[in-house]
């Protein structure tokens, strides 16, 4: 089945007042529906224990939220999809998070899979991609050792106003 | 050179003697009302914010560079937490936009939108014993943001920023932005319209946390302010962000309110 998703890469500044300063990812939402009904998201993060093990400094409020991704990203799909729904939702996310822990883009995606579950995989590639496309170096490490990425799919609640969005796990 | 060293310099002038161009590092750049971009200027390795920077046909009235320049300054003398700026000039902006814009000081490594810290718990956690000291030095801010009629805080979520080096959690602060639209910007204090004073929009979750000596002293500070002080300020805009006209009508206001805040706090002091 063929399946349309949008996502977005959640990157992190390590100095905000460094004009050369280059952010990297830390983790991914996507959101989209398989079928007419059935709305998904998937959470991706990246294993903090990599990111210290790279001297990378996090501060203390975004390794709060990096530590508790997909609890972070609940809440988001929450509040958002109640005010946006899932056309908007990452849209809206981009506006919210616009600081040391920020949106770096957004982007869309189309895919063949035989299950719906096996969404997880391609996006799993997918985020594999723009952390190898950041620094080669990084995902080699995570690949050769314990430590890669932690996926969650989201129970969508569908939004009060929008009836037609069913829930899935 | 240090945020303190910065707000020093940039207090001394109005305008910027820095080239600003358009920097590389662009993180959280949305389109908002104002339109800027982060910029750097040879020589100085530090990020500011450049607005504004889309086109609006009441520029020349609102002067929103200008009034962010204003209010730095005076924040900067009563010692509030509101990032420096200067003055520049934006060269060929697109067709309708302003070249007279201003140029903010990015302060801290890592800043967190208040929409994102608001809902922290203050408790003995190292982030919320940090977030709970860092509100507790908001209260001056209600009474500058009602002496200058500041409209753009209230709950705002991105116009609040908590911000601290990582290593030095313990200093963070809460820092101020966006003061376009204060003094009175669409003719609210024309005719003598700064007479008519309310107090300002301000997050639900500070006034919990309220500090009323701390209110009564800012109060103290802005009426010991000097009106020469003040009108230094004001006066050093150059035409081409601020006209006299709008100039007059900005001292007379800023003068004006000083007493009038001790009415405005009343039930707080």
Sequence with gaps: MRVNYHYAILSYCPDLTDPSSQSFPVGMVAIGKIGDNTTFAISIARSINKLCSQNVLLDPFSMQIVENFHTFIDKQLKEGLEKTGINDFLFWLQNRLRNTIHISHINCRECEVEQPDHVLNDALRLFNGEIEHFDPVLIKIEENQRGLPDIRMHECQPPSHCNQIHAHA | ?269
């Design chain 2, 1 to 269: 050179m240090t945020n303190e060293e910065i707000a020093k310099d940039w207090r001394t002038r109005a305008v910027s003697t820095l080239k600003w161009m358009r920097c590389s590092n662009q993180t959280g750049l949305i389109e908002g009302e104002a339109g800027g971009y982060y910029v750097e200027a040879e020589g100085f390795h530090r990020r500011g914010y450049l607005k504004p920077a889309n086109a609006h046909q009441d520029a020349a009235e609102v002067s929103r560079a200008a009034r962010e320049k204003i209010a730095a300054d005076l924040a900067y003398d009563l010692g509030l937490p509101v990032p420096p700026v200067q003055l520049t000039y934006r060269e060929n902006p697109p067709p309708g936009c302003e070249t007279a814009v201003a140029v903010s000081l990015i302060m801290y490594p890592a800043q967190h939108a208040w929409e994102t810290i608001r809902d922290i718990p203050v408790n003995q956690a190292p982030i919320g014993l940090a977030v709970a000291q860092a509100m507790s030095n908001c209260s001056p801010m209600f009474v500058f943001d009602t002496w200058v009629a500041q409209t753009d805080h209230n709950d705002h979520p991105h116009n609040i920023v908590w911000g601290y080096d990582p290593k030095t959690l313990s200093d963070s602060r809460i820092i101020f932005l966006d003061f376009a639209f204060s003094m009175g910007c669409r003719g609210e204090w024309e005719n003598g319209g700064w007479r008519t004073i309310t107090k300002a929009g301000f997050p639900a979750k500070m006034l919990n946390h309220l500090n009323s000596d701390s209110v009564l002293e800012t109060i103290h500070k802005i009426s010991d302010l000097n009106d020469t002080q003040i009108q230094e300020v004001i006066m050093r805009i150059p035409k081409s962000h601020l006209d006299e006209e709008q100039k007059e009508y900005i001292y007379q206001g800023l003068i004006g309110r000083k007493p009038l805040l001790y009415q405005a706090f009343s039930d707080i002091i």
